[in-house]
């Protein structure tokens, strides 16, 4: 292997010896570990590596090490993923009328701060188009006409599997997706839900924060899983708010707060720092290599 | 009047000049205007004000300057009351199990930050009674016996008339109180909630908070309705959390937040700063003089 | 006047009477007081006022109401100017090497959340002109080189003055500003420091808040005076940082502090919020009308 | 050794395979690991290890453990701790007026959440007599007249090697120790400064903080180095502020955010996930084991 730095994600029944067989597995391998970030909870008994390696000065191959790692994990139950970073995922930007997330990831992408491939926006309006294309980003624009909602849902199903679509950000997409669309990417798509979740679950949360009064509010990031707004959840953020606030200005502030959380949820995801179990997401902080 | 320091609360349906007719009512009496803070509801049309008041030097009774505000407040519609901060409210703490809150309160007024008389201490358990004592503080055992709820909150209602109670503090009282109970001391009863209200809005949230993986944690104080946990919001905070957070750390860390946001409620309903209007608490900021 | 919305912002010495003689003023030439904010520093007995009108219905022409108010303000004292909100204010961006703040800045011009025009960018460098350029915002580059920094002050003074520039950014602008420059614009140049002052001014922050290894890092937007980051302080935000940064990782969380305080900053300015006095500034909170 | 659990913290010079090795270690001599978090600073080639340890059913001696870590430390050039877990440390408290921070800390070690003895509390006043009597803690009253502060700090010093206390709290004591004092008790005394350092070192943060006009204040626990208010920073917190605040609303405010930074930083002390290097504190977060 190359001088690349390689990631692996596992989780599995807690266990005495799990650290030290782990660590010695990559060490006998010729890998230095880099960082290595455990959770264990003791609830579930269960157990949480994320484990960073640099290949340099390896000679094993991928096929290799995988096979060999095999023989670790099966015995102990891991579930296991690697990722070599010798490949930028690709990703697909869903919106509808809002704009502020889809600037945000754009430029971030733009400006090097998300290590990505921004494939394409798709939408099913076609007002966000000149902002797509300031950036030159391709936009496809796929209405949804009634009773043709199946259809469209098939036609962006086909464009993300053509382009080999890794991951999906739902930046303020105003769409219910199908259990059909949602299971075809599980664990690969992010929705930034405006309200700080679980308070104000489903549409006009800042109109329902409005009338309810409260003092702060939130922005959830979030994987999307078949029951809306329910899936793990990544990153969340607030803002204190008063009295003085119409839902105007609530969608205002918290416009801010949404563009910040979807970035930071979609940079650890980037950045293989999430596990997922029990519709819990572990989030290992960035480790500071 | 003394030299004394009187606040008017009022809101009423917003109109043209409502701010010069006030403002020049009290000028025209001889008071000198402290702070004037306005809240216009434009959505609902309303209009609020908190108007702060020395009365040095002026020569109008109590009694006079009432009957000549009412002239001003009747064809205005106000809604309004006064307070002339030459008594100190008589103020009750409700507990069970949990201490935190208490210690934090009873600390507060003993050391000078909450402008008020804690007269009393009331519990269904008998656990806390040393901390009571410490502060020498009188406690009062009312136990919840099976089938006579009722007689218990008779004799805690008792107590509190008894002794001319002003405002009631729910400070982790487990007992959901009657209607009867609650609308006995409208907007004079305030709970802690443990979470973030709307989010987990009932028992448990600590425990619920965990297995839904959230990010942040938090605390709502709020006036008791007879909706449970849907009472108008004076104060809410937030805490970060991670998923290394088992339900106990997530009570730990959130008593912390508790026992600020507590403070924080108690102090702006001492200290004359909230309006409640349609089940939203309009809270003025501390003015600084 | 035409329905329009006015804002006056006043400070004087503290004295009996004065809001009520101020609102009875606007409210007998016809004027609608929208909102009325004040704030009176008990220290250095000092009254400011920030007061928002609607003209619709009045018959007073501009020249006269300010005649007659001046009646009111000289044997008072006041310091006062006044906002008609019939021009959008000309605002120009000065840069360097660093793109965030200029992105996120332009971004919220062209969606409708700064209520202003953005004339020009004005760099030292070259190197953000294609960001200019998406926006199609003239992008003047006007280098530094040696010996002749002072033409340089001169040309960006020009260009400042033949559009009519109200508002100068400086967006992450790395050169020091002449006193001569500061002087010619007093509170009209608003700089955005990336670190929490009065902590770690001057050079470097980010790498010195390394060093010290503080828990926080931040960022203030201020009024540029002569004696470097010493200005009146508009905003200010911080995030939390852990040991685990290093200089480039702070740099990064700090970039997304120094875009919202500086954005909340223009804001505040552009909607007549800021009084400044005694190097303090007094900011007004938006008033919900 | 007795089912225990054993936090050893180590930091060395950063080497290929440590975590292995260290991990082995541990595991080959029967020993449970309940979590391991490590941080390497790549900046300056050092790496830090945190490791707990259930010790049941082992059946190694403290000696002999002590003895077989040494091979393995010293070649590796480990700095390095043990903490057995099976004594509780004794704390002695310096105050002298301010009481918050005192009532804070003797609530949350009377109420279990802070695992030591409070063996003492001690002043240069007499005036916080009555809160350690409330909570029966022996306060012992050592005044610092005029020439003889030498005499008095020796006196302190006696108490504190008399009783074997293992940590001393400096609860807005106001005095400064001397260097002889610090360093008789290297990283075993913590400081709560009542600003966000490096902002406002010295003496009156909070008048200073109103004068400079700051939107945010803090407070920051750290211990205490010869240089004032230099030393290693275990945490900080800030709470946002107005223009409307006074010193004495700042201090007021300032008081809460005091006393929670600096309960978690003897937190964080007392749970040994503390590491100074190089006048920064790695503090590891609490693992949820």
């Known amino acids: 292997m190359d001088s ?20 010695n597995f990559f060490y006998s391998k010729g890998f230095n570990i880099l960082s290595c970030q455990q959770y264990v909870n003791s609830i579930e008994n269960t157990y949480f590596m994320r484990i960073r390696l640099n290949a340099e000065g390896t000679h094993i191959s991928k096929k290799e090490l995988e096979a060999n790692f095999l023989e670790l994990a099966e015995p102990l139950n891991f579930n296991w993923s690697v990722n070599y970073g010798d490949r930028k995922p690709n990703v697909a930007i869903l919106v509808s009328h809002t704009s502020h997330c889809l600037y945000d990831l ?145 969608k205002r502030i918290g416009a801010d707060v949404e563009r910040l959380v979807l970035a930071k949820a979609i940079k650890c995801h980037l950045q293989n720092q999430i596990i997922v179990a029990n519709n819990r997401a572990v989030v290992f902080p960035e480790s500071g290599e």
Do not use: W
Request: net charge negative.
């Open 4 to 23: 690349q730095i390689v990631t692996f994600l596992i989780n599995c029944p807690d266990d005495k010896g799990l650290v030290a067989k782990i660590t």
């Open 106 to 250: 754009l430029e971030r992408q733009k400006e090097g701060d998300l290590d990505c491939t921004i494939s394409m926006v798709i939408s099913n309006h076609d007002k966000l188009r000149p902002i797509a294309e300031m950036f030159n980003i391709p936009y496809f624009y796929l209405p949804v006409t009634k009773g043709a909602k199946e259809k469209q849902e098939e036609e962006v199903i086909k464009l993300l599997e053509d382009h080999k679509i890794d991951l999906i950000i739902m930046a303020r997409y105003m769409q219910i997706l199908s259990s059909n669309f949602i299971n075809s990417f599980p664990e690969r798509i992010i929705n930034i839900h405006h309200s700080f979740l679980p308070a104000f679950q489903g549409a006009n949360p800042y109109k329902r924060a409005y009338e309810r009064g409260v003092k702060l509010i939130g922005a959830t990031a979030h994987y999307a899983t078949e029951d809306l707004d329910e899936g793990p959840i990544i990153e969340q953020g607030v803002e204190r708010v008063t009295h003085d606030c119409t839902p105007k200005t609530l």
